[in-house]
Every structure is written in structure tokens, then in C-alpha cells.
């Protein structure tokens, strides 16, 4: 059993930043592939970003290439998601997941974990 919780989510004006970030519990967190999704009010659920184990495989939602990087830290446990000019259509519950077998990073089926989510604001 692997336990999610994110950090790092607030209120920030549009063309900030915010870095999220995600410690997961358990000692195999350096075998799984990590991803952040996003849900915005009234939307479902999207892929934002995803890695794999070792960090060469890395994957972006279209909305975010460019402007969101995701990184880890196997040592710390720990993802993590940079987010640079933010837009207020970035506004969205932010969560962290992650995936025993990596098959297919960016859909989000095919993870097993889910964190609580934590909530980013971008104001106008």
C-alpha cells in the first residue's frame, strides 16, 4: 500500500508560480511511475504531467508543455510538479498518483495510488 500527500497548493495571481509537491509513503516509490492530474469545477479529470521510475520518461498534458515541469527525488520519496505562468484556467485540485507497472503514464486508469488532492487558484 503506497499513501499520497501533496503540498504546495494556494492562491496565486496569473503569470506566477507554485511548486507542488507529493511524498508518497512505502519503500518501493522509486518503482513507480508518478503522474499529477488536475480537476477543475464541473470538468473531469485531466492528465497534467506524468514520469516514470528513473526519470527519462516524462509526459505533459497539451495545456501545460512549456509552462509545467515534473520532477523526482526516489531519495526523498518525493514528485514534484513546477508550474510557471500559471493562467487562470490552470484553477483545478491537483492530485497526485502513482502506478506500479508504468504501462501507460498518462492515463489515469492505469494508476493504482491516489493523494487527497490540493487546490490551486489562479486569479486574473
Known amino acids: 500500500q503506497v499513501q499520497l500527500v501533496e503540498f504546495g497548493g494556494g492562491l496565486v495571481q496569473a503569470g506566477g508560480s507554485l511548486r507542488l509537491s507529493c511524498v508518497a509513503s512505502?519503500?518501493?516509490?522509486?518503482?513507480?511511475?508518478m503522474g499529477w492530474f488536475r480537476q477543475a469545477p464541473g470538468k473531469e479529470r485531466e492528465f497534467v504531467a506524468g514520469?516514470?521510475?528513473?526519470?527519462?520518461?516524462?509526459y505533459y498534458g497539451d495545456s501545460v508543455k512549456g509552462r509545467f515541469t515534473i520532477s523526482r527525488d526516489n531519495a526523498k520519496n518525493t514528485v514534484y510538479l513546477q508550474m510557471n505562468s500559471l493562467k487562470p484556467e490552470d484553477t483545478a485540485v491537483y492530485y497526485c498518483?502513482?502506478?506500479?507497472?508504468?504501462?501507460?503514464?498518462?492515463?489515469?486508469?492505469?494508476?493504482?495510488?491516489w493523494g487527497q488532492g490540493t487546490q490551486v487558484t489562479v486569479s486574473s
Open positions: 512505502g519503500r518501493t516509490f522509486s518503482s513507480y511511475t
Open positions: 514520469i516514470r521510475w528513473s526519470g527519462v520518461g516524462i
Open positions: 498518483a502513482a502506478d506500479r507497472y508504468g504501462s501507460s503514464p498518462i492515463l489515469q486508469y492505469e494508476y493504482d495510488y
